[in-house]
Nanobody, 126 residues
Framework: EVQLVESGGGLVQAGGSLRLSCKVSGFTFDDYQIGWFRQTPGKEREGVSCISSSIGSTHYTDSVKGRFAISSDNAKNTVYLQMDSLKPEDTAVYYC???????????????????WGQGTQVTVSS
């Protein structure tokens, strides 16, 4: 059974940090690109960052460049999203997702991502 389980969300003040984790199971970790998405009520889910760990490829959407860092621990089948200098506009439910393949480019088209986690809430207070 494929599972993606996010953790690490919470409430933090603006300027603070959080580290999200996405633990995956049920498929070969190295064969999949892992992405982080976020969604706020009434808005479409947007891609934040993604990683293809086997080829060392990472990508960030413009709004988080320089503040967020994605990494993976292949031995633990876990992807992390370190979020620093958080802003109130980063408030959202954060989801991790997986799609088969290793890519040097980003693709945040929702229907191209096969597996999804249940999400974790991140709230940044001003």
């Amino acid at each position: 059974e494929v599972q993606l389980v996010e953790s690490g969300g919470g409430l933090v003040q603006a300027g603070g940090s959080l580290r999200l984790s996405c633990k995956v199971s049920g498929f070969t970790f190295d064969d999949y690109q892992i992405g982080w998405f976020r969604q706020t009520p009434g808005k479409e889910r947007e891609g934040v960052s993604c990683i293809s760990s086997s080829i060392g490829s990472t990508h960030y959407t413009d709004s988080v460049k320089g503040r967020f860092a994605i990494s993976s621990d292949n031995a633990k089948n876990t992807v992390y999203l370190q979020m620093d200098s958080l802003k109130p506009e980063d408030t959202a439910v954060y989801y991790c997702a997986a799609r088969r393949g290793q890519y040097y480019y980003s693709n945040y088209v929702i229907y191209e991502w096969t597996y999804w986690g249940q999400g974790t809430q991140v709230t940044v207070s001003s």
